[in-house]
């Protein structure tokens, strides 16, 4: 299957929604699972972690609403604003608005490598972002890219804050933009007026924190960590693979001790037979 990622495949997609025939659901109906999930990627080796039912939360992690809608796959995250640095992002503060019952929204989306926003609201972090006058912007007509000159590698990027009432996720330049050798990128893209959503985290945006999905408390829980540290749960050993021994019967001729008692009677037999002749 592949999903766009440079061309590599995978086996497939673990299904990680709110309907009711998600995995979440089923496990929960049938082995009584939590339904929950904590998800950890890690931005160094590209390791990761993935937790299904109740996880032992680490102390100290934030929490703020999830939002769920009947019949809706996506969750929401009610976000009250971003900023860049101490700057405050224009119109972010309305992203976590739903249109109509279900369009808009603040959501977070795995299956996406970059972030997307509201086209106005991308505009204003684009501005905001490369608002130094030594950086040369270049590229799409997004100018979402600088060029990766020594200028460039001087700016200091500072970090993107998602603001919740409970506390701020905070976003490290590391994982919103993308460097190679020639050029600096935004790892976002702009969102037109016919989205499903206003806005999303993609798997990009998310690393180096331990998150936690909790559906049937409604919260969504985050905490910077260092992935790497989790401990992985071992699985069992296989079982010693089954042997079955058929035994192999005698050749005709050869002794066989199963054979023996029948030889005797009949031997008995002809005796007792030429003793009335």
Same mark, same amino acid.
Do not use: H
């Given at each position: 299957?592949?999903?766009? $990622?440079g ?18 659901? !089923? ?13 950890c $990627? ?6 990761g972690?993935?937790? *299904?039912?109740?996880?032992? /939360?680490?102390?100290?992690? +934030? ?11 996506? $969750?929401?995250l ?5 900023r /860049? ?16 019952? =279900?369009q ?5 989306? &795995?299956?996406?490598?970059?972030s ?6 991308f ?11 030594s950086?040369? !912007?270049?590229?799409? !007509?997004d ?7 020594? +200028? ?7 970090? *993107?804050? *998602? ?19 020639? &050029?600096?990128?935004?790892? +976002?893209?702009?969102?037109d007026?016919?989205? &499903? !959503? ?11 924190q331990?998150?936690?999905f ?8 985050f905490?910077?960590m260092?992935?790497? =540290?989790?401990?992985?749960?071992? +699985? ?6 089954? /042997? ?10 050869? $002794?066989?001790p ?13 005796l007792?037979l030429?003793?009335?002749?």
């Amino acid at each position: 299957m592949d999903l766009g $990622y440079g061309g590599s495949s995978v086996d497939g997609v673990l299904a990680l929604g709110a309907r009711p025939y998600g995995l979440l659901a !089923q496990l929960n109906a049938s082995l009584g699972l939590a339904r929950a999930f904590s998800l950890c $990627y890690d931005s160094g080796n590209q390791r990761g972690a993935l937790l *299904i039912g109740d996880a032992d /939360v680490p102390p100290g992690m +934030a929490s703020t609403r999830l939002g769920l809608l009947p019949n809706v796959s996506r $969750y929401f995250l009610n976000v009250s604003g971003m900023r /860049v640095g101490s700057s405050v992002v224009g119109n972010s503060s309305g992203l976590a608005a739903l249109v109509n019952g =279900t369009q808009g929204g603040f959501t977070v989306d &795995t299956a996406m490598l970059y972030s997307g926003f509201r086209r106005d609201v991308f505009d204003a972090m684009v501005l905001l972002l490369f608002a130094d006058a030594s950086l040369t !912007q270049t590229g799409s !007509q997004d100018k979402a890219c600088v060029v990766n000159d020594e +200028a460039a590698r001087k700016v200091y990027f500072p970090p *993107i804050l *998602i603001e919740f009432a409970e506390g701020n996720f905070t976003v490290l330049p590391e994982n919103y933009m993308v460097v190679n050798e020639t &050029t600096q990128c935004f790892g +976002a893209v702009a969102l037109d007026a016919n989205a &499903t !959503q206003s806005a999303f985290l993609g798997t990009m945006w998310i690393r180096d924190q331990f998150l936690t999905f909790d559906f049937t408390r409604k919260a969504f829980s985050f905490q910077p960590m260092n992935c790497t =540290t989790l401990t992985p749960i071992a +699985a069992p050993p296989p079982p010693p693979p089954l /042997v079955l021994t058929v035994p192999t019967p005698p050749d005709k001729g050869a $002794y066989s001790p199963s054979r023996l008692p029948c030889t005797l009677i009949l031997l008995l037999l002809a005796l007792l037979l030429n003793s009335f002749a």
